[in-house]
Structure formats: C-alpha cells, structure tokens
C-alpha cells in the first residue's frame, strides 16, 4: 500500500527519495509523486504508474533539493490518476504527503471549502495540506500546526509536510500507520516502511501512535500525543542490499520461493532440541501461561488466515485444544464470547496489516489470558503490542504473494503447537517426532523444490484456461486455498478451492474439459475417499493435476500425477505448498503478468 519517504539532508536529496520509493514498489501502488524545496519555490512531480516514470521525469527536469517528501500512492479515496497522486499541496506553499484513511474527511473537507480552500484532488488526504495552511496562517509553526491539525482528524494516518516558508525541516506524525525516522551522517529520513531507507541508514526510531516530529538534516525532535518531547529508542537493523536485490532471479516471488530451506532452518534453528521445543521461545514467561491455556482464538488475513486453518488442525491434535478462527476484519464484528483461559493468537508476516492489528487491539479490552504473534516484522505494531512473539525470521518478503512467510509462518506454528502441548505435558513421542520432522523440513522443501521440471511440463495447461479447481481434504483444504489464492493472486485466473468431499454439492456442475482441477493426495486415512472424489472428476471430462504420497494411485489420462517427497504427515502441508507455488509462478509467467506487483494488491495492508 502507500508509501512514504522524507529527506533533510547536506546533500541533494531527488535521487535518495526516488530510489526510496523503488524499495517500496512492492508494497504496490498505482501513483508516485515527490516535492522538493528549492528556496523560494517547490518543485512538485507527479505520475500515474510506475516509479520509473517519475524517475523519467526527475531526469528530465533535474530539480535540485536537500529537502523533500515523496510518496507511492495505493488508491482508497478517488481513482488512481495524477492528480489523486501525492503530494497534495496548499496555495503552492504546504505540501505533504499522506498514509492512512482520514475517517471524517467529508466534515472537514466541507469545512475547509467553507474557509476558501479550493480542492484538487478527490482524495481525503489534500484537506491535510489545507489544515496545515490554515494554522500556519494563524501564526503557529509547522509543529504546532500538526498539532492542531491532528486535533481535528480522525482515522489512521502517517504524514510528512514541508513548508516554502522553511526549507530547513519537515514535519512527521503518525497515528495508527507505520513511521519511523532514520539516522545518518548530515541528514535524517523518515519512511513508512525500513526497506525505503536500509541503504541509507541501520539506526531506526520507531515512532509511536501520536508522535509527532520535527527533522532537518543536523537535529530531530520528537513529542509525544501530549506535545512533550521524549526520547525514543534507537534500533540498529542492518537491511543488507542482498535481502532486497532479485540476484539472478526474474522476480522476488521466484527468489523467495527457492529461499524456503533457508527460511525455514531460520525459523526452526535454535528453538528445538533433538526431541522437543524448547521453553520460553515466545518470550519469558510463556511457558508458564501457555499452561493455563484451554482455548485458542485465531485471527489473521489472506494467506496468514491460511496459516491458521492449518494451525487449528494441528492444535486438535497435537496440543489438544480447540480453536476458533476468524477473518481479522469480520471478528470484532461478531460480539465474540471469549471463554476463560482462552490465548489470542494473531498471524502476520508484516504486523502492520490494519485488520489484524485492530483485532489485537480489540481483543486487548476482552478477557484473554494473552496474545501471541506469528510475525516476519520484530519491529511491526503487532510484534509491540503483544504479549508475546515469535518471529518467522524469513527475511524480507518483497513479492506481493506471500511465500517463504507463509511456510515459516506453518513452522512458527508448529513450534507453538508443540509448545502449548509440552507446557501441559502433553504427546511427549509424537512432539520428538513432529520435531524431527521439523529438523528435516529444508532438506524435504529442497527436494520439493526439484519438481520444477514436472511442473513445467504442466503449466502451459492451466496458462491456457480462465477458471481452475483446487481439491484437498482435512488439514490440507487451507493449503489448496493458499494455491488457489497464489493463482488468482499473480496470474489472475479465476480459481477456488474445496475440500474434495464437497465437490458433489455443487462445484461438481463447473466440471468439463475447460477446467483444470489441482488436487493434493497425501498418504492419510481419507487418501482414498479423495480418489474416488478425483475419479467423479474425470468421469465429466475434467482433467486432473494431482500432487501426491508414492503410495497413492489414481489414473490421470491427459493429465499429471506429480509425486512428492515424504515427510512426517503432520508437516506435509508445508511440504505441499511448495509446488503450488512453483506452479502458480510458472502460470503466471507464462500469461506474462506483473508477478511481484499483480494489479491492484498491495502488500502490507494498513487501511481497514
Ligand atoms: C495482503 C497481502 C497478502 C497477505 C495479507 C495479510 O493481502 O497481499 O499476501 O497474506 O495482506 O498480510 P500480513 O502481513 O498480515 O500477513
């Protein structure tokens, strides 16, 4: 989503800020835009598209500034264009740009047109530039004016504002979306998001919810919701030009795919011994409350709601509990009743998606015993805020479809299965088998990762179709949703996912030869009830791409059977994700869409 990147710097600022807004092309967005102080003017670049087209435009017209906002916008209020595109601006003097969602921007919008503003945008962020003007006007400094300007919003933002009147300093706030400042020698940034900035600088400031600050490229003040000025903790994280580089890949999905061994070792390593998972990994203390646990709720988005569908199956059986899951953003919706002793459970791979994090916040005001993340981001809201985590440690994750977080996210998962089995002494033999099996996991995922040749051979089919049909049964039904959601994702072909049993109660009628049918068969007690619902497949006419255990048989006729590694069932749902992602890739590739950025997604949702 949006994506903001500010510089007070010594030195020319353009290029840093445009190269900034590169690193945050993944996030996804439709427009990008920067404004540039040069004295006693502002010079103001704005395209619909690609960053590159800006960065044509910067070119082209060479503005020189060592002060300067700018902005990837994803729209929410007003269609992708120029001039929905950041920064907004006031009478040529206030500009700024905005992530979030003002709430009540119609109020303020009628009130500022009521003062004499003139509005050019119909986004709901121009009101910011105006509000500003009105209380610069007034005599207040841009501080101040954030200030009596946050007063009135309402919603989830993260600003940047420059003023002609100082070509000094900028001006930050945050309320409810990522910002951060960074340090570095002679000049200060801030972004919404680390990746703009890692070249830059390792030393980070996290602000806080209702921060506000002042930055110039020598000093950086910080004051809090009540205006005090604080002092907040310096990070150092180092984002190596490797993690966010393709290396000699086409895209970031495709590298981040073949980075699964790694990842997954990274989640696992040092966290097992030989036999079991070892005490307090989400944080001190949570061994000794994961004991009082009788009941698990489970809140996520997309691929991460994928993860817990898993999650609650392994929960059933390994660590004995039951478990409810939930959409983030339809949770606190439904009134939820929450039984005593029950744990929070929210998964994310970024920790900042708007819904998940809401969630988290309402569920703080209920009566859990706590709340556990799942997260990629140890510095994200939801890792802050709480009780206890557990990073994925996957690195960076820049194709918009989720991969490696998605399978370390499973590992992660499985540890706090195991966890919650052992601190209530629970399946002691099947948690050192279910640990051995964890051990192995990067050597079964590399295997895995050599059936790209078999899928090749069978991608050009589905390249060819508009519609496809993902079949799995039990603990392996979210997995073929992740793989229909992988192909719709990336190559924008219509796909759904059914547990095989349910095929006859209605997707049965979409069978023929124009649809592909994707179909997971592991070695399980249900293997063969999921043949016969495969046979009531090919018997109208569909054609059938099945991934599964050596022992299973099933005649393909025109289509494939794809055998897979083995490994200890209870994992298996990692081990099966990997080739619908090869395929998803490969499809994709073929129908020749943009794979790390598809059309219209982003990839940390910040907006409810
Ligand atoms: C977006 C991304 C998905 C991701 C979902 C949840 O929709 O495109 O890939 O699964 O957000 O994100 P999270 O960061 O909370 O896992």
């Known amino acids: 989503m949006c994506g903001i990147i500010a510089a007070a710097s010594t030195r020319n600022v353009g290029k840093l800020l445009v190269q900034g807004l590169h690193k945050m092309e993944y996030r996804g967005y439709d427009s990008a835009g920067i404004a540039l102080h040069q004295h006693d003017s502002i010079a103001h670049l704005r395209t619909l598209g690609k960053v590159q087209l800006l960065e044509d435009k910067m070119i082209a017209e060479k503005p020189k500034s060592k002060l300067g906002i700018a902005h990837t916008r994803w729209a929410t209020h007003g269609e992708p264009s120029e001039s929905n595109a950041h920064p907004h601006k006031s009478q040529d003097k206030v500009y700024i740009v905005h992530n979030g969602i003002i709430e009540n921007y119609v109020e303020l919008r009628e009130s500022l047109i009521e003062d004499?503003?003139?509005?050019?945008?119909?986004?709901?962020?121009?009101?910011?530039?105006?509000?500003?003007?009105?209380?610069l006007n007034q005599g207040s400094s841009m501080l101040d004016a954030m200030f009596l300007a946050k007063a009135k919003l309402e919603g989830a933002y993260a600003i940047a504002a420059i003023d002609l009147a100082d070509d000094q300093k900028l001006v930050v706030a945050r309320n409810k979306s990522p910002l951060l400042i960074g340090l570095g020698t002679d000049e200060i940034f801030a972004a919404s998001d680390p990746l703009a900035i890692g070249q830059l600088t390792n030393e980070f400031i996290f602000l806080e919810d209702g921060d506000v600050a002042e930055i110039s490229a020598e000093a950086y003040e910080i004051r809090d919701k009540d205006q005090n000025t604080v002092t907040r903790d310096i990070t150092n994280i180092d984002i190596s030009n490797q993690a966010t580089s393709k290396g000699d890949y086409k895209h970031f999905m495709e590298k981040e795919i073949y980075e699964q061994p790694q990842a997954v070792l990274n989640t696992v390593d040092g966290r097992v011994t030989s036999d079991d998972v070892?005490?307090?990994?989400?944080?001190?203390g949570s061994t000794e409350l994961f004991a009082k646990v009788k009941r698990i709720q489970i809140v996520a988005c997309g691929t991460s709601l994928h993860a817990g569908r898993v999650t609650a199956n392994w929960l059933s059986a390994i660590a004995e509990l039951p478990c409810q899951i939930d959409y983030a953003s339809e949770?606190?919706?439904?009134?939820?009743?929450?039984?005593?002793?029950?744990?929070?459970?929210?998964?994310?791979?970024?920790?900042?998606?708007?819904?998940?994090?809401?969630?988290?916040?309402?569920?703080?005001?209920?009566?859990?015993?706590?709340?556990?993340?799942?997260?990629?981001?140890?510095?994200?809201?939801?890792?802050?805020?709480?009780?206890?985590?557990?990073?994925t440690n996957a690195g960076p994750?820049?194709?918009?479809?989720?991969?490696?977080?998605?399978?370390?996210?499973?590992?992660?998962?499985?540890?706090?299965?195991?966890?919650?089995?052992?601190?209530?002494?629970?399946?002691?033999?099947l948690r050192g088998r279910i640990v051995k099996g964890l051990r192995s996991l990067p050597d079964v995922i590399t295997k895995t990762l050599e059936l790209k040749d078999e899928i090749l051979k069978i991608s050009p089919n589905l390249a060819s179709?508009?519609?496809?049909?993902?079949?799995?049964?039990?603990?392996?039904?979210?997995?073929?949703?992740?793989?229909?959601?992988?192909?719709k994702e990336i190559s924008y072909i219509h796909a759904e996912a059914y547990p095989a049993g349910e095929l006859k109660h209605g997707p049965l009628a979409l069978i023929d030869e124009d649809m592909p049918v994707v179909a997971l068969a592991p070695e399980s007690e249900i293997a063969e009830k999921l043949v016969s619902n495969l046979e009531e497949v090919k018997a109208r006419?569909?054609?059938?791409?099945?991934?599964?255990?050596?022992?299973?048989?099933?005649d393909v006729n025109e289509g494939a059977l794809i055998t897979m590694p083995q490994c200890d069932f209870l994992l298996t749902p990692i081990v099966y994700t990997i080739p619908l992602q090869i395929l998803s890739y490969e499809v994709a590739l073929l129908r020749g869409t943009d794979i790390d950025q598809p059309r219209n997604l982003a990839k940390s949702v910040t907006v409810e």
């Open 465 to 487: 179709k508009d519609n496809a049909l993902f079949l799995g049964r039990g603990i392996f039904y979210p997995i073929a949703k992740e793989g229909a959601l992988k192909l």
């Open 397 to 429: 994750e820049i194709g918009v479809a989720s991969t490696k977080a998605f399978t370390t996210q499973l590992a992660g998962l499985m540890l706090l299965t195991l966890a919650l089995a052992k601190s209530r002494d629970l399946n002691p033999r």
């Open 541 to 554: 006419g569909g054609t059938l791409y099945v991934f599964a255990d050596p022992s299973v048989s099933i």
């Open 278 to 284: 070892l005490d307090n990994i989400f944080g001190l």
């Open 331 to 391: 949770y606190r919706y439904k009134n939820p009743h929450v039984d005593k002793n029950s744990l929070l459970i929210t998964i994310s791979q970024s920790g900042e998606t708007a819904d998940t994090l809401a969630a988290l916040r309402y569920a703080n005001e209920k009566d859990y015993l706590g709340s556990v993340t799942i997260c990629n981001v140890p510095t994200s809201a939801l890792a802050r805020e709480s009780d206890f985590a557990l990073f």
């Open 116 to 135: 004499g503003y003139e509005f050019s945008s119909q986004t709901d962020s121009e009101l910011i530039a105006h509000l500003l003007d009105l209380y």
